[in-house]
């Protein structure tokens, strides 16, 4: 079963950054939108970012996606973390769209969840 790896979560102070990256070598990672999405405890999962199968977005913010298809690797860079970005973070397969903008849109469009990366940032 086709399933994403996260990693490169940890502990940063308020203010850092950090890079995630997730990969699933069972794919053609070229064929999907990649989604990052976040779920705190007690709250619903949101998404965060996407990086579309072209990789030609370029719409950039606090947290931005993008790809590496050649190394089967999507990327989350995530600047100026704040104590509320504290949660896991995982990525998925856009099964829908191709494109996304750097928006994740609808959660259940989304499939291969991976198990996640903790990042927790904190002082």
């Known amino acids: 079963q086709v399933m994403f790896v996260e990693s490169g979560g940890g502990l940063v102070q308020p203010g850092g950054s950090l890079r995630l990256s997730c990969t699933a070598p069972g794919i053609t990672l070229g064929d999907y939108a990649i989604g990052w999405f976040r779920q705190a405890p007690g709250k619903e999962r949101e998404g965060v970012s996407c990086?579309?199968?072209s990789d030609a977005d370029t719409v950039k913010g606090r947290f931005t996606a993008s790809r590496d298809n050649a190394k089967k690797t999507v990327y989350l860079e995530m600047n100026g973390l704040k104590p509320e970005d504290t949660a896991p973070y995982s990525c998925?397969?856009?099964?829908?769209?191709?494109?996304?903008?750097?928006?994740?849109?609808?959660?259940?469009?989304?499939?291969?969840w991976g198990q996640g990366t903790q990042v927790t940032v904190s002082s």
């Open positions: 998925a397969a856009n099964l829908v769209r191709r494109s996304c903008s750097g928006l994740p849109g609808l959660i259940h469009e989304y499939a291969y």
């Open positions: 990086s579309s199968a």
